[in-house]
């Protein structure tokens, strides 16, 4: 049981992804590079060399995707993808399990769908210094692992919210420095999402009469409130860059403007792990559904999610401003 637990958790609150952006060179796009740091939620093939469940190179993951299931934990394009394209990318940004030679020079991707703050239990995947971007491999979050066994399926109160939420995030803000020191100058982060109102959540945890499971929203919130205040202290500290909070939970909640038919079930058949079950025929019409699997949304709220980190909607969608911003900073 506990296993089980641990597993669909980690994906459940480790929705967090972080963007680099270096300054402007040449081509069509703003940025000269762009690094990508996350968990499933940006996630575009690294999982699928290694031993995990969490690896969705299988139909119909990636239905809608031009070059169908590449490890994308949705049926179309992540969020991350409409980024780059609205950065002026001529391609996706590779994964770091694929991208070799010239590739890295536009970025690289290094989410995988199992990460989180802390490190994984037996860091074994440990990276060669000479290659010190990739040590942020190791550094990306691990939410779910924390929360799911020591803090909320374990409710012995043995660590309250705020103990749990302020260790991550400090954890974090060394993360954030330590990118800077390897040259890092724009950088956007972004919060956790409504993590308490996907299918999986609402049908393992209830709801006790509301729509989400608040317990896990109130968690999503504060860890939010804190990453905000972490933007602001990096910003006084490092003046040579320029950080932003995306308010992930916030655009996430605005993507109901797009008046989904179903924003409680996902479209495709899932396992009792919350992924789609390999080779099942999904809901037809994709663009009606909020959720794709049980955990993750479909390409139109990540396409949504992305456009409007972009450009904000609402003054609060991002802080100090919005990645367009970030990148016409003259730093
Ligand atoms: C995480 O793993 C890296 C690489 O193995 C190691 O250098 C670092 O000290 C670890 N951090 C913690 C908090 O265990
Ligand atoms: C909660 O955690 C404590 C200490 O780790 C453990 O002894 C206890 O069995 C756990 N309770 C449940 C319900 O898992
Ligand atoms: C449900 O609501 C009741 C009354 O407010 C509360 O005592 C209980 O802890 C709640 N249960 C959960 C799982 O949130
Ligand atoms: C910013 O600098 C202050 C003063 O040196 C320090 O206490 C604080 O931890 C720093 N904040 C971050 C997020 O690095
Ligand atoms: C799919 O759903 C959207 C939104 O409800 C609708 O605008 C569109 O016409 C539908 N497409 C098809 C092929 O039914």
């Known amino acids: 049981m506990g296993v089980e637990i641990s597993k669909s958790l980690w994906w459940v609150v480790a929705l967090f992804m972080v963007q680099v952006l270096q300054q402007i060179a040449d081509g069509n796009q703003q940025v000269h590079c762009h690094f990508i740091f996350g968990d499933s939620l940006a996630d575009n093939g690294n999982n699928n060399f290694l031993d995990t469940l969490a690896k969705v190179n299988y139909s119909p993951y990636g239905i809608d995707y031009l070059y169908g299931p590449t490890g994308r934990f949705t049926n179309g394009r992540a969020t991350i993808d409409v980024i780059a394209e609205l950065l002026g990318f001529e391609n996706f940004i590779p994964s770091f399990a694929t991208a070799y030679g010239t590739d890295i020079l536009f970025g690289v991707n290094y989410a995988s769908g199992s990460a989180g703050i802390r490190n994984e239990t037996g860091s074994s995947e440990r990276i060669p210094l000479e290659k010190p971007l990739e040590n942020h491999q190791t550094t990306i979050l691990r939410l779910a692992d924390i929360l799911g066994t020591k803090w909320y399926y374990n409710t012995s109160q043995e660590c309250t919210l705020e103990q749990f939420a302020q260790p991550l995030i400090q954890q974090c803000a060394q993360q954030l420095m330590s990118l800077h020191d ?6 956007a982060l972004f919060g956790l999402g409504l993590i308490g109102c996907t299918p999986n959540a609402v049908e393992k945890y209830g709801t006790n009469g509301s729509i989400c499971v608040e317990i896990m929203e109130e968690a999503s919130l504060l860890f939010n409130k804190k990453l905000k205040s972490v933007v602001e202290e990096l910003n006084s500290n490092l003046t040579d860059a320029k950080f932003i909070y995306i308010n992930y939970y916030a655009v996430g909640a605005d993507s109901s403007l797009l008046d989904f038919k179903d924003t409680s079930s996902g479209c495709c058949t899932v396992a009792s792990d919350g992924q789609c079950i390999a080779n099942q025929i999904p809901c037809k019409n994709r663009t009606e559904y909020a959720f ?40």
Do not use: C, M, Q
């Open 182 to 187: 390897y040259g890092a100058r724009k950088i």
């Open 292 to 331: 794709w699997d049980s955990f993750h949304p479909t390409e139109a709220v990540n396409k949504f999610i992305a456009e409007s980190s972009y450009s904000a909607l609402e003054p609060s969608d991002a802080y100090p401003f919005d990645i367009h911003n970030l990148v016409l900073l003259n730093l």
